[in-house]
């Protein structure tokens, strides 16, 4: 940092910069900073900078007096003029609403300081009017997107560090040249009196009369806010687990600090009334350190790529365990509820997104040396995620092939599962068992619908507990399908068929009649849920009547294949139909599956490594080894059961 070494000349150089009038450099300056640049308020980095001293003065008023005496007249003569400055700028800005409380507020600023009023009384009269500034010529004083602490920790050893030291005590190697010292960032009586805004525009604009420049043109706004959110952290970094904790516990402290804008402007001394100081203390430096622990504004997929880089911060700093929850938050929370949207824009992207993301996952829970390459990959997705969607809305043929293909996607399945059972009852001559199926699959439906009002209006399911839901029960109903396959197949060969419905059929039945109707409920609950989520949400963005088109065209496609399977079933004779049943069934338990892996990478139980595979989600085929192996574990008991029904057969 380039500093001034001559702290009068420095003071000097302040009177001619911000007193307005001042003939110095008068003809080499722009308009004075209190000139507006409109009719009705000041230039924004003129009211910045009048924060600024505000805010300086507040923070150091306690060096210049002590319980009434002067202890640095200097410090004192600086103070003095700071408030001075702030009341003669305000008596030259346009004139509004606020101005003649403002004038109030600054001319009582400096009866207290010109009668060397308490520390507590001049600091808080300093933040107050710097707080009504604010509201009455409202500036930027929020980052517009989380902090990066980990790209702020590596700002402050490249900038920082040869000043205020390796941990913030101002004992860096250049220290000892600087007149005054640098700043003790972790003196907490100091930081107490000091908001991450402070930090911000200190590093913006620099400091007046020390070897702190400004960074306004060499760092982005983005970098700035990383680097005072670090900076802020470093005095409370060793409660920042105790704060944590209380973060949880104090609902006070969650109304308080709701956002970025109020957690940047909030200072210990502000907060400990209500929090008590300890707790003011703790909970600000676990927040400033996890800004992103905040609850966020933001959805959808820019939810998704905040959470991301919180993400690769965690780990950046060594966290993976964090880092692996932020990770699958972005996905659960940002990128799941779009899913829909982007599905019926760009099926393609959508799916590439699920895999980068549940790469990344991986990558982070196996600290590998890929894990940044998977999050750029990721992000990238992401932000091409976001320019298709903020395209507008859906068009009408998006629409309608959308809906359309939704159902016949999500229905397909269930609906296999319930022909074969329909159509293996007939043919068994059992016409009283079907009743349990359609009670199986008409419950299931109403399940459905239920469990999404209750989802909407009463108590909310996390996306993690849709995709273990979807998946634990794909690998149930894969499992059920697999014996049933296995079951039907070696009833069909070697005219075992004819002996076992001669014989036992009957009773198997009327003690397997709750196994149907358990097997068809749960075939077709596990897609009536999420299929009634991605209605909802494309019916938000419309346009609704194509929407309503396309659900009905597929509802008209899935009657029509079931009564194609019906009426082809009762044609065929019985040994043909236990052979061509326990293969439909069969091919059902890979594709479940599949399906069901997926969803438990969704939600995090499983890891992802990329497999090149095609994807195929009509089939369960997904590019992940995971899903492949489990399928081929599948396929071959499969082939073995089949193969051992054969050799079984009298020859």
């Known amino acids: 940092m380039i500093g001034i070494r001559n702290k009068w000349a420095a003071r000097l150089l302040l009177a001619c910069l911000l007193i307005p009038g001042s003939a110095v450099l008068a003809q080499a300056l722009p308009p004075p900073p209190g000139t507006a640049t409109t009719a009705g308020a000041p230039a924004p980095a003129t009211v910045d900078q009048t924060w600024q001293m505000l805010d300086y003065l507040a923070t150091d008023y306690a060096g210049a007096v002590h319980d009434g005496r002067v202890v640095s007249a200097s410090e004192y003569a600086e103070m003095r003029e700071f408030a001075g400055t702030v009341r003669q700028r305000l008596a030259q800005w346009p004139p509004g609403p606020a101005m003649p409380s403002l004038q109030a507020q600054a001319a009582r600023l400096v009866h207290l300081i010109d009668n060397r009023a308490g520390t507590g009384v001049v600091a808080h009269q300093a933040h107050a009017l710097a707080d009504a500034l604010l509201a009455a010529y409202p500036v930027p004083t929020a980052p517009t997107r989380t902090p990066d602490l980990a790209r702020g920790a590596v700002l402050y050893r490249q900038t920082c560090a040869a000043c205020h030291g390796a941990r913030g005590q101002g004992d860096g190697p250049a220290a000892a040249a600087l007149e005054p010292p640098p700043i003790d960032f972790t003196d907490r009586a100091r930081a107490d ?90 909970i600000l430096g676990y927040l400033r350190a996890y800004p992103h622990a905040l609850p966020s504004t933001v959805s959808g997929l820019a939810l998704a790529r905040e959470k991301l880089a919180a993400s690769l911060a965690a780990w950046h700093r060594g966290e993976p365990d964090e880092a692996g929850r932020l990770a699958l938050s972005a996905y659960l929370d940002g990128v799941e509820p779009v899913e829909p949207q982007l599905d019926a824009r760009d099926a393609a992207l959508r799916a590439q997104l699920e895999t980068a993301m549940g790469a990344y996952r991986t990558a982070v829970a196996g600290g590998g040396a890929d894990v940044i390459a998977r999050e750029r990959a990721a992000d990238e997705l992401l932000q091409r995620g976001q320019a298709l969607l903020a395209g507008g809305s859906a068009g009408v043929a998006s629409a309608f092939i959308g809906a359309w293909t939704i159902l016949v996607r999500e229905g397909l399945e269930a609906l296999l599962v319930v022909v074969a059972l329909l159509a293996f009852l007939r043919k068994a001559e059992r016409p009283a068992m079907l009743r349990y199926v359609h009670a199986g699959w008409s419950l299931a439906l109403l399940a459905g619908l239920a469990t999404w009002a209750v989802a909407s209006y009463a108590v909310a399911i996390s996306g993690a507990g849709r995709e273990l839901t979807e998946g634990l029960s794909s690998l149930f109903a894969a499992v059920v399908l697999l014996c049933v396959g296995l079951w039907m197949h070696r009833k069909s060969v070697g005219g075992r068929w004819q002996a076992y419905l001669k014989a036992k059929m009957a009773a198997t039945l009327d003690r397997s009649a709750w196994f149907l109707f358990g097997l068809a409920f749960l075939s077709v609950y596990r897609e009536v849920f999420e299929t009634i989520l991605f209605y909802v949400a494309m019916w938000n963005e419309g346009p609704r009547p194509w929407l309503l088109g396309g659900i009905g065209a597929g509802a008209a496609t899935l009657a029509v294949i079931a009564w194609v399977l019906l009426r082809t079933s009762r044609r065929l004779p019985l040994g043909k139909f236990f052979s061509a049943s326990s293969a439909l069934i069969a091919v059902l338990a890979v594709v479940l599956t599949g399906k069901g892996i997926a969803a438990l990478q969704e939600a995090g139980w499983i890891g992802v490594h990329v497999a090149p595979l095609p994807r195929i989600e009509l089939l369960g085929i997904y590019p992940t080894w995971q899903s492949f192996t489990a399928q081929a574990i599948v396929a071959l008991v499969l082939a073995a059961g089949y193969g051992l029904n054969l050799r079984r057969v009298p020859g």
């Open 193 to 282: 009196q000091r908001s991450v805004l402070s930090l911000f525009e200190a590093i913006s604009q620099g400091v007046k009369g020390t070897a702190m420049a400004g960074y306004a043109d060499r760092l982005p706004a983005d970098d700035r806010w990383s680097l005072a959110y670090y900076v802020g952290s470093l005095a409370y970094a060793h409660q920042a687990g105790e704060g944590a904790e209380a973060w949880k516990d104090n609902a006070a402290a969650r109304a308080r600090l709701d956002s970025l804008e109020t957690l940047s402007r909030a200072r210990v001394e502000q907060l400990a009334p209500a929090l008590g100081e300890r707790q003011a203390r703790a």
